[in-house]
């Protein structure tokens, strides 16, 4: 069989998700806040490694980083992590990630694309924004009804703290069937809803890419660092081409489980 005809629902049992690998607290908070904050989902010693290993891709691709996928100015961005090194084969592999892109998306997704995204002092302040939008009327009338077209996450590389620029919420936002553009003048202004993230490296939130959210001022001195593993259902495009960006070494490694989950 090849691959990419790997049931979904095989490869998530095969990784060890069930239908209890989430708590009923934690797909609650998914399905009404539009979020959950997994705590300890990697070691002090892995953030560690994909600290190092992010800042030497940093300085490797110099002005080119990010440019597979997106350049943000006063942010170090890297696209196309997958195929960049193995250590982040962990991101799109971890059972209760995958159990929460299973509660948002359904059974059938598959990877959208892993980057990182890096506030340095002084900047990361963002427009209040959805991950996702549509010209067609009919997809925004599924997405009132609860079919929702992505998952990002965040994974934190360094503690969240109210002065380093942690990601903002506004809890509840993936429902609204709407854009943060209907109650606000001003997209960096804060919202009256919004709360800041705030958590230890070694936190995953998992959030509907329909939540309204965005990085904020990074007030220090150092960097504010993430990861954004992102999945999509799986007839729609990927930010990142999987197929297309897929290097020959990376397939020989892949297991047919990751290999579904990329749809390769
Ligand atoms: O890195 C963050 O805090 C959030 C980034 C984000 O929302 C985005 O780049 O779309």
Redesign the pocket.
């Given at each position: 069989m090849a691959n990419t005809e790997m049931d979904t629902e095989r490869a998530l049992r095969d990784l060890g998700v069930h239908e209890d690998t989430l708590t009923g607290a934690e797909k609650a908070s998914l399905d009404e806040q539009g979020f959950v904050v997994l705590g300890g989902m990697f070691s002090p010693a892995q953030a560690a490694a994909f600290r190092r290993r992010t800042e030497e891709l940093a300085a490797q691709e110099g002005e080119e980083a990010g440019k597979e996928a997106?350049q943000?100015k006063g942010v170090i961005r890297l696209a196309d992590l997958i195929n960049k090194d193995p250590i982040f084969e962990y991101c799109f592999t971890h059972a209760r990630l995958l159990a929460a892109a299973r509660r948002v998306l359904g059974p059938s997704f598959r990877v959208d694309s892993l980057n990182a995204?890096f506030?340095l002092p002084g900047d990361?302040h963002?427009a209040l924004?959805a991950?996702w939008g549509s010209e067609d009327p009919a997809e925004w009338e599924a997405v009132r009804q609860g079919r929702y077209f992505g998952m990002?996450s965040?994974w934190l590389l360094d503690p969240f703290t109210p002065e380093n620029?942690?990601?903002r919420v506004v809890p509840g936002t993936h429902r609204s069937g709407g854009v943060p553009r209907d109650e606000m003048a001003d997209l960096f202004a804060p919202h009256p809803r919004e709360l800041l993230l705030l958590a230890p490296a070694g936190t995953v939130v998992a959030f509907n890419s329909h939540l309204w959210?965005?990085?904020?001022l990074n007030r220090t001195g150092d960097l504010?660092r993430?990861l954004?593993m992102a999945y999509v259902p799986r007839h729609r495009k990927q930010l990142t081409n999987q197929r297309q960006h897929l290097r020959p070494e990376t397939s020989r490694r892949l297991t047919p489980q990751m290999k579904c989950l990329l749809d390769v």
């Open positions: 997106q943000e995204r506030s990361g963002q924004h991950d990002n965040l620029g942690a990601t959210h965005g990085g904020t504010r993430v954004h």
